[in-house]
């Protein structure tokens, strides 16, 4: 194609001085766009250096690395003195269609898969980066002992051998595996060797694994009702059939469920979002029950080390002599959610299946994070950093419980909870509770309505609280607001 003299007028183009990219490899990239989505044709002329320098107020010199960047990958050719010129080998034909081909694909693509995961980001836009009274399932992260753990994040990166920076065990770091599969003997009588234990990315990616292993498409999972809408999503989101299973006072009712389960999720020492700790005759019932069907159950043990009263109970796993149970434990209560670390305790004959989800997943856990977070268990602060917070937790569960009583008793009945980091409260009369969250949350005050955890209608109307994390100051003011909102309603 014959060179062209005419020289398009450049687009006025904003240099992002906040940005990481660097400045030359901004223009790069706007040369570079200009060119793929047509503006900028074979054979057109670029300005010169100096013209472009000067419209886009950058040095002569940061304008002659971005084009020698094009140079080399071919989008522009010419000779010093002679001018640039956009490359004559880029097919015109590709050039035209790019940006159209573009379009439409994406849409395409958009329409088929990516639409279907949208409707799971709807927790997420709402509230899920704030912290303000009574977001439930976040523990308190102004008390957690940062210093301690950016010291010892410090530490093993001078600690940890070389190889140990390399691709790591899919299973997770060995030494944190013996950490929690002692710990976990120990508090919550679950039974295990630390070869069982599969370090996860956090409950999330538990589940996740557990679908990949366990379950085929269109597989039906028995799931609380109302229940963790985190993992029914996940779980839907596999390609699961949900089938509802009803809560009653002692836990979770699986006697009439009309269809075949292939698996059962539960949380029995504290059932979310109800609070329920389920019986020992329903525990060992659920258990036999599942023995006899052949199907599991995955025991969700998500909050159980923070227990205030009567006998510590073991979980289900500890009692399960069949070995249905797959046992689940995150670190995002007892240490923070943004740490992402999770573990199963898989069934000894599973133990490489999990392995190579994992592999396949996310090849394995961030080294820094399991070591560190080892450490802190083997050098005592886990069960410190435990101990202060029960105590913590304990009195603001105490504080909030009174203060609930003084000032919301004509609205709330709050269900009695001795475990965990939060509670429902039973709305008097039945009202609205999607209603009145929304009053609430519009004024600050974040506290889930109970129905929009049900699968099936709730019977009651209730409000999720999670208490903990809150300190009394700001308990006291939450409470005074919904008090004036529920005045006025
Ligand atoms: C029932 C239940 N399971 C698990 C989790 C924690 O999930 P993750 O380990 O992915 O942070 C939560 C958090 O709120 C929860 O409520």
Redesign the pocket.
């Known amino acids: 194609m014959a060179k062209s003299k005419s020289e398009f007028i450049f687009p006025s183009f904003e240099i992002n001085g906040e940005s990481e990219i660097p400045v030359y490899r901004q223009i790069y990239d706007l040369i570079r766009n200009l060119i793929l989505n047509g503006t900028i044709r074979s054979g057109q002329r670029l300005p010169s250096s100096r013209e472009l320098a000067e419209k886009l107020k950058v040095s002569r010199t940061t304008i002659l690395q971005s084009l020698d960047d094009l140079f080399s990958e071919g989008y522009i050719e010419g000779k010093t003195g002679s001018g640039t010129f956009v490359s004559s080998k880029i097919p015109e034909s590709f050039i035209n269609s790019i940006s159209a081909n573009r379009t439409t694909r994406n849409k395409k693509l958009v329409n088929k898969k990516s639409s279907r995961l949208n409707k799971y980001l709807d927790a997420e836009k709402l509230d899920y980066n704030k912290f303000q009274p009574f977001k439930?399932?976040?523990p308190d992260l102004n008390n957690f002992p940062f210093s301690i753990w950016s010291k010892l994040l410090a530490n093993v990166s001078n600690e940890l051998s070389p190889k140990e920076f390399g691709y790591g065990s899919a299973a997770g770091y060995k030494p944190l595996r013996i950490a929690i599969a002692n710990h976990i003997r120990i508090s919550r009588s679950v039974k295990c060797e630390p070869e069982q234990i599969i370090i996860?990315?956090?409950?999330?990616?538990?589940i996740d694994l557990i679908c990949r292993v366990l379950l085929e498409r269109g597989n039906n999972v028995g799931f609380e009702d109302p229940?963790?809408p985190?993992?029914r999503d996940i779980i839907g989101a596999a390609g699961m059939n949900i089938v509802p299973l009803q809560m009653d006072e002692e836990g979770l009712s699986f006697k009439d469920v009309k269809k075949k389960c292939d698996l059962i999720y539960a949380?029995p020492s504290h059932q979310?979002?109800l609070g329920i700790t389920m019986t020992l005759n329903r525990r060992l019932e659920l258990i036999d029950y599942a023995s006899s069907k052949n199907i599991w159950i995955l025991e969700?043990d998500?909050?159980s080390e923070y227990r205030y009263d009567g006998h510590p109970i073991s979980s289900l796993q500890g009692i399960d002599e069949y070995g249905c149970v797959i046992y689940?434990g995150?670190?995002?209560?007892v240490m923070f959610?943004g740490l992402?670390?999770?573990y199963l305790v898989v069934p000894e004959n599973l133990i490489e299946s999990f392995t190579a989800a994992k592999l396949l997943s996310d090849r394995n856990s961030p080294i820094f994070e399991q070591a560190a977070l080892q450490k802190f268990i083997s050098d005592g602060h886990f069960g410190r950093h435990l101990r202060k917070m029960r105590i913590l937790y304990e009195q603001r569960k105490k504080f909030f419980y009174e203060a609930v009583e003084k000032h919301l008793n004509k609205y709330l009945n709050l269900h009695k909870t001795e475990t965990g980091l939060h509670t429902v409260g039973w709305l008097k009369n039945n009202r609205s509770d999607r209603k009145i969250a929304k009053h609430f949350f519009e004024n600050g005050v974040i506290t889930p309505p109970l129905s929009s955890y049900y699968i099936d209608k709730g019977k009651k109307t209730g409000l999720v609280l999670g208490y903990a994390a809150y300190s009394e100051k700001q308990i006291i003011s939450s409470i005074k607001i919904m008090k004036e909102i529920l005045q006025s309603k």
């Not at 995150?330 to 209560?333: E, G």
Request: glycine residues 24%; proline residues 10%; neutral net charge.
């Open positions: 439930p399932g976040v996860t990315g956090g409950s999330q990616q538990g229940g963790y985190g993992a949380t979310y979002p969700d998500y909050d689940m995150t670190f995002s209560k959610p992402r670390i999770g």
